[in-house]
């Protein structure tokens, strides 16, 4: 099957049900899709200039850290999203993926704050990857967690915003 129950989704689903989210959660292709879709725009957002590895973007380094990053998020008004769980490393950030802990979701309902999940390494959007909140094993330590909105990354060859 498809689906596969990660140790930590009993914990999650239990903050769902509380929230009143209601969830789908996500086969292995899906999450693999949709976590490509989410480096297509972010996956460079948090390195300085954002050009390594041969990004299509560069970034004049806005993005949110810790608790701002936290209170932008939960001021987002998103009442459909994604929380998927990351593959693998993202550039100038803390994550790191040993193991994963989560399932990949599809939810509707009010964002979560998601500390409880502090040592887990994934993103949340919306589907339109209008903004993405990071979170990693780092959090309020050495990284993360991270805020940043697709229109804060320009193109490259676009003059920075003043």
């Known amino acids: 099957m498809n689906e596969i129950e990660r140790p930590r989704d009993g914990e999650l689903l239990g903050q769902f049900a509380t ?3 209601r969830y789908r959660r996500l086969p292995a292709d899906e999450h693999r899709q949709r976590e490509a879709a989410w480096r297509q725009v972010y996956g460079h957002a948090f390195v300085a200039g954002g050009r390594n590895h041969g990004s299509p973007f560069r970034t004049p380094g806005r993005h949110r850290k810790g608790a701002k990053a936290i209170h932008e998020y939960l001021n987002e008004q998103a009442a459909h999203w994604w929380l998927i769980p990351f593959l693998s490393a993202v550039p100038g950030t803390s994550v790191h993926v040993v193991s994963l802990a989560l399932s990949a979701f599809e939810c509707e309902g009010p964002l979560l704050e998601l500390g409880d999940f502090i040592n887990v390494e994934f993103f949340v959007s919306p589907p339109d990857l209008a903004w993405t909140l990071v979170r990693t094993h780092e959090d309020f330590a050495l990284g993360g967690p991270y805020f940043v909105r697709a229109d804060w990354i ?9």
């Open 19 to 21: 929230a009143g989210v």
């Open 154 to 162: 320009e193109e490259r060859g676009t003059p920075a915003a003043p």
